[in-house]
């Protein structure tokens, strides 16, 4: 009992450790500008496409101000962590970006309102 106690305080750890250290503006802005761009279906495609561009932006982030680009380690959980909860934010960024687009297209639109 004692070892999953252990494991159970880690998870947490690496939990809190990763949305610490979680930059959610990158991820945010393309998938809002992919959401509000390209309209239809494929949410998976948009938010892969989201969210690559995101990572990429954070990890060469500290080049503008001279340092080392800090690349994601994909082995540690922490980054696991954070790049799971960055797909499920550009998930969720463009599917209310594109309802939101929807409903402003009907809104704009002159056809009579059948009630």
Do not use: C
């Not at 892969?48 to 959980?77: C, F, R």
């Not at 960055?86 to 704009?108: D, P, Y």
């Amino acid at each position: 009992m004692d070892e999953a106690m252990q494991f159970f305080w880690a998870m947490v750890d690496a939990t809190q450790a990763a949305l610490i250290g979680l930059n959610l503006v990158p991820v945010s802005l393309t998938a809002l500008i992919i959401g509000l761009g390209l309209g239809g279906q494929r949410y998976l495609l948009k938010t892969l496409l989201a969210a690559v561009p995101a990572i990429l932006i954070a990890a060469v982030w500290p080049k503008v101000y001279g340092m080392n680009p800090i690349w994601p380690d994909v082995t540690q959980l922490e980054a696991e962590i954070q790049i799971g909860v960055q797909l499920v934010l550009a998930w969720m960024i463009i599917r209310a970006a594109g309802s939101l687009k929807l409903v402003a297209a009907h809104a704009t639109s002159r056809a009579p309102v059948k009630i």
